[in-house]
Nanobody, 124 residues
Framework: QVQLVESGGGLVQAGGSLRLSCAAS????????MGWFRQAPGKERDFVAA????????YYADSVKGRFTISRDNAKNTVYLQMNSLKPEDTAVYYC?????????????????WGQGTQVTVSS
């Protein structure tokens, strides 16, 4: 099982940027899908972005397309989420996920391997 540790969250004004990082343990990192979800207070956990093993394919929720970019560095066992033009509605705890299947990093009901989460707060 891959262990995941997120970092990079914080407080930012609307229109600002943050970059989240997710460091993963395990020699299988370069072979698995990685993704990001988020959960706002009182709401369900939602898919944000995902990336395949090579970084050649990326997937985004409509709400973040054009503003967020997911990338990975397999040499560092790390996946990133660059978040630009942040809005107050982006405020949430952001979770990293890893899986052998795409559904495991895009469908919150299928995801099983989570990090502890990092808080992102966007003020208006």
């Amino acid at each position: 099982q891959v262990q995941l540790v997120e970092s990079g969250g914080g407080l930012v004004q609307a229109g600002g940027s943050l970059r989240l990082s997710c460091a993963a343990s395990g020699r299988t990192f370069g072979s698995i899908f990685m993704g990001w979800f988020r959960q706002a207070p009182g709401k369900e956990r939602d898919f944000v972005a995902a990336i395949n093993w090579s970084g050649g394919s990326t997937y985004y929720a409509d709400s973040v397309k054009g503003r967020f970019t997911i990338s990975r560095d397999n040499a560092k066992n790390t996946v990133y989420l660059q978040m630009n033009s942040l809005k107050p509605e982006d405020t949430a705890v952001y979770y990293c996920a890893a899986d052998w299947k795409l559904s495991g990093v895009t469908d919150p009901t299928s995801a099983k391997n989570w990090g502890q989460g990092t808080q992102v707060t966007v003020s208006s």
